[in-house]
């Protein structure tokens, strides 16, 4: 009994039906990058009061800020091929809490740009 199993398991995994090797995963890959849209990820680590003040007060040329309210800076700056990312410092306890989301292109920017920043409690931005 336990040979006939086997044997059957292995027919099943060598006949080839797979969802990976189908004409339809074909074309979902070759087209996603075009149907799905990655606005990257979110990063978010803890930081010491002095580097997190040296990185507002000194910040690179292509950085703009989008934010300055009491509690809250966020940062917007635009890499040479055309990525975005917005970076956020708040207070968190002894230190500086900074986030950085980055999104692929300027497009991407505009779509979920708004809702990041809201979920970062930014209540408005220009």
Same mark, same amino acid.
């Given at each position: 009994m336990g040979r006939i199993f086997s044997i059957a398991l292995l027919g099943l995994l060598l006949s080839g039906c797979s969802v990976y090797k189908s004409a339809q995963r074909k074309d979902f890959e070759k087209n996603s990058p075009n149907v799905i849209t990655v606005s990257a990820q979110t990063y978010c680590q803890k930081m010491e009061t002095l580097p997190a003040w040296?990185?507002?007060? $000194?910040?690179? &040329?292509?950085?703009?800020? =989008?934010?300055?309210e009491e509690d809250l800076e966020? @940062?917007?700056? /635009?890499?040479?091929?055309?990525?975005?990312?917005?970076?956020?410092?708040?207070?968190?306890?002894?230190?500086?809490?900074?986030?950085?989301?980055? $999104?692929?292109? &300027?497009?991407?920017?505009? =779509?979920?740009?708004?809702?990041?920043?809201?979920? @970062?409690?930014? /209540?408005?931005?220009?």
């Open positions: 040296i990185e507002r007060e $000194f910040p690179s &040329e292509q950085q703009e800020l =989008l934010a300055s966020v @940062w917007k700056t /635009t890499s040479r091929n055309g990525q975005i990312t917005a970076r956020m410092f708040r207070p968190a306890g002894n230190g500086v809490e900074s986030c950085s989301h980055t $999104f692929k292109n &300027e497009k991407d920017w505009e =779509l979920h740009g708004p809702a990041v920043l809201s979920d @970062w409690g930014l /209540t408005h931005h220009d």
